[in-house]
């Protein structure tokens, strides 16, 4: 398949899951976060666009994971990057993420999570490095990934076939 196909629809799925945490975004940024909901987001670091400070860049040398939860400040979200101010080690830092960069988002509240594949052939893993919520800087405790599978995942068939069946509610 051509890269120009315009029915290419690995790039039209990737495309219409980029726009959850998108919205998500923008409704935070609008309303505030409603009841117990907070979003983990897992980026590269190394992403072209990607605005964090060099000491960041320098603890966090491949990809990082924030949590919007209490203390944020000044949520933007564009159609393709959003920005946000946290603490680090008490210090506000001023973060740009385009939505491509995205690793994974998850709303644990919510029981919601998606794993992005990165672009540009490299290979996917888990995040490495802290995590930032509202500010406070956690340590690499070599953790993985905070956003768990959906139940009942399975890795995608052959071709970027992906079986909704694993995203579905159990109740």
Do not use: C
């Not at 315009?6 to 923008?26: F, K, S």
């Not at 907070?38 to 491949?62: D, E, M």
């Not at 139940?151 to 995203?167: K, L, S, Y």
């Amino acid at each position: 398949m051509s890269v120009d196909d315009p029915l290419d629809y690995a790039r039209l799925v990737r495309d219409a899951l980029r726009d959850v945490p998108r919205q998500a975004l923008r409704v935070a940024a609008s309303e505030g976060l409603p009841g117990e909901h907070h979003f983990y987001l897992t980026f590269r670091t190394t992403h072209p666009g990607v605005a964090i400070s060099p000491g960041l860049h320098a603890r966090h040398p491949r990809d990082m994971t924030i949590i919007l939860q209490h203390q944020f400040w000044d949520l933007a979200v564009g159609e393709d990057a959003f920005s946000v101010t946290l603490r680090f080690g008490g210090a506000s830092e001023r973060l740009h993420v385009p939505f491509a960069a995205l690793l994974a988002f998850a709303d644990p509240a919510a029981q919601f999570g998606l794993h992005f594949e990165p672009g540009g052939g490299e290979a996917e893993g888990a995040a490495q490095g802290g995590t930032a919520e509202g500010g406070a800087a956690v340590p690499d405790a070599g953790q993985p990934a905070p956003v768990p599978a959906p139940a009942g995942a399975t890795a995608p068939a052959e071709g970027n076939v992906v079986d909704i069946r694993a995203f579905r509610r159990r109740d």
